[in-house]
């Protein structure tokens, strides 16, 4: 059983460039979670979604992020345009809501890199 | 409103030696506790977690942590550490319900010298 799939694992851009991250959450989780780790301010959340519907997504620090999901399969994160102080990992979480309690199965990660 | 406390930063220990990494939470309700693993250039893996069964809960790679209400605590200890110990560990809360975000801790580099 495939655990959270990210892509690309490493990604090197330039200032002002549009970003891309990909996510396919594990098969039947109905929850996807986007974080951000840096070694300054550790792991953040930035939105998450239910059932596909962004719930709360008050963690997404500007304007520049946007994050989609346009079906149980798949999301995206977009950072338009990229900055250097945006380089850090990228990870993708999901889990089943059907529980009470949120366990969260992560992706590898995305690792970025804004010059 | 939920939240963790990891206290300290780096924990340094030998090798055969007791591992505990300490973790405080806040929660306005009886809360839902994970502790996360990671390793260098991976993503976060679940250790174990407490959803309000035992109160000593066993994880894998022989860890285990309690759950102490009273302390509001659920500190992670391992008997005798092995070098594949050294990691990043975290410590999340949710109060689970309508509140599915996991709150986390801070995370506490472990390093195990030989």
């Known amino acids: 059983d495939a655990g959270v799939i990210q892509s690309p694992r490493h990604e090197v851009t330039e200032m002002g460039q549009e970003v891309t991250l990909r996510c396919k959450p594990i098969s039947g989780h109905n929850s996807l979670f986007w974080y951000r780790q840096t070694m300054m301010r550790g792991l953040e959340l930035l939105i998450y979604?239910?059932?596909?519907?962004?719930?709360?997504d008050s963690g997404m620090p500007e304007d520049r992020f946007s994050a989609k999901m346009p079906n149980a399969s798949f999301s995206t994160l977009k950072i338009q345009p990229s900055e250097p102080r945006d380089s850090a990992v990228y990870f993708c979480?999901?889990?089943?809501?059907?529980?009470?309690?949120?366990?969260?199965?992560f992706g590898p990660g995305t690792r970025l890199t804004v010059l | 409103a939920q939240s963790v406390t990891q206290l300290g930063s780096h924990v340094s220990v030998s090798e055969g030696a007791l591992v505990l990494l300490r973790c405080n939470y806040s929660?306005?309700?009886?809360?839902?506790l994970f502790w996360y693993v990671q390793y260098p250039n991976q993503g976060l893996q679940l250790l174990l977690k407490?959803?309000?069964?035992?109160?000593l809960v066993k994880g894998i790679n022989g860890f285990e942590a309690e759950f102490k209400k009273s302390e509001t605590s659920f500190h992670l200890t391992k008997p005798s550490a092995h070098m594949s110990d050294a990691a990043e560990y975290f410590c999340a809360v949710t109060e689970g319900g309508s509140a599915r975000q996991l709150t986390f801790g801070s995370g506490t580099q472990l390093t195990v010298l030989p």
């Open positions: 979604f239910n059932n596909n519907v962004p719930i709360d």
């Open positions: 407490y959803t309000s069964a035992a109160t």
């Open positions: 929660s306005s309700v009886p809360p839902y």
């Open positions: 979480a999901s889990s089943f809501r059907g529980t009470s309690y949120n366990e969260q199965f």
